[in-house]
Nanobody, 125 residues
Framework: QVQLVESGGGLVQTGGSLTLSCAASGRTVSSNAMGWSRQAPGEEREFVAAVNWSGGSTYYADSVKGRFTISRDNGKNTMYLQMNSLKPEDTAVYYC??????????????????WGQGTQVTVSS
């Protein structure tokens, strides 16, 4: 069973940057697609970004495209989310997940079966 631990969240001003990390332990996830989602208070969880097993294919929600960059280091069993030009609407708890059924993103945030505990990102205006 895999354990996922997100880190790197915090409070930042509009226009600032943060880098989130997702460390996996318990088993290797190097052959699996991984992704990030987020959930703001009172809102449903939404897809943010995903990456295939090698890091060669990446996918983004329209709302973050051009501002966020997803990457992974399979040697460290870790995934990252570089977030630039942050906006107040990016405020949410960010979760990382693994799709154990696929090496590439299948299109739905519900494809990710395992999630970490989340890390809070707050962007002040």
């Amino acid at each position: 069973q895999v354990q996922l631990v997100e880190s790197g969240g915090g409070l930042v001003q509009t226009g600032g940057s943060l880098t989130l990390s997702c460390a996996a332990s318990g088993r290797t996830v190097s052959s699996n697609a991984m992704g990030w989602s987020r959930q703001a208070p009172g809102e449903e969880r939404e897809f943010v970004a995903a990456v295939n097993w090698s890091g060669g294919s990446t996918y983004y929600a329209d709302s973050v495209k051009g501002r966020f960059t997803i990457s992974r280091d399979n040697g460290k069993n870790t995934m990252y989310l570089q977030m630039n030009s942050l906006k107040p609407e990016d405020t949410a708890v960010y979760y990382c997940g693994v799709d154990f059924k696929s090496s590439d993103f299948r299109g739905l945030v519900t494809d990710f079966a395992s999630w970490g505990q989340g890390t809070q990102v707050t962007v002040s205006s």
